[in-house]
């Protein structure tokens, strides 16, 4: 029904940059809240960023400043900005939107995930 896919990780070095993208597609009505996730090993899935569709963004406090959530509404698609790559930045992130599909049902919805390791 809605479909959310994820691009961009990959290896970095320290202070190196990646950009993330998910697009959401399928039958999608209105897109509310969009956020990025992450889950390092043996570690539990934690909350790095969220951006509602109207309202300000909001961080983890230890990616303020080096992050930056984006969305572009036209092409259902959100950005995840990492500047000043740290090894502990080192996960598999995951894209989430709450969304509001045409049968007027609203739920969260996961993208498969994308590996990010920033290492020397």
């Known amino acids: 029904q809605v479909q959310l896919v994820e691009s961009g990780g990959g290896l970095v070095q320290p202070g190196g940059s990646l950009r993330l993208s998910c697009v959401a597609s399928?039958?999608?009505?209105?897109?509310?809240?969009m956020a990025w996730y992450r889950q390092a090993p043996g570690r539990q899935r934690e909350l790095v960023a969220t951006?509602?569709?109207?309202?300000?963004?909001n961080y983890k406090d230890s990616v303020k400043g080096r992050f930056t959530i984006s969305r572009d509404n036209a092409k259902n698609t959100f950005y995840l900005q990492m500047n000043s790559l740290k090894p502990e930045d080192t996960a598999v992130y995951y894209c989430?939107?709450?969304?509001?599909?045409?049968?007027?049902?609203?739920?969260?919805?996961w993208g498969q995930g994308t590996q990010v390791t920033v290492s020397s």
């Open positions: 989430n939107a709450e969304v509001r599909t045409y049968d007027y049902t609203s739920r969260p919805y």
């Open positions: 399928g039958s999608i009505s209105n897109i509310y809240v």
């Open positions: 951006l509602p569709s109207v309202g300000m963004s």
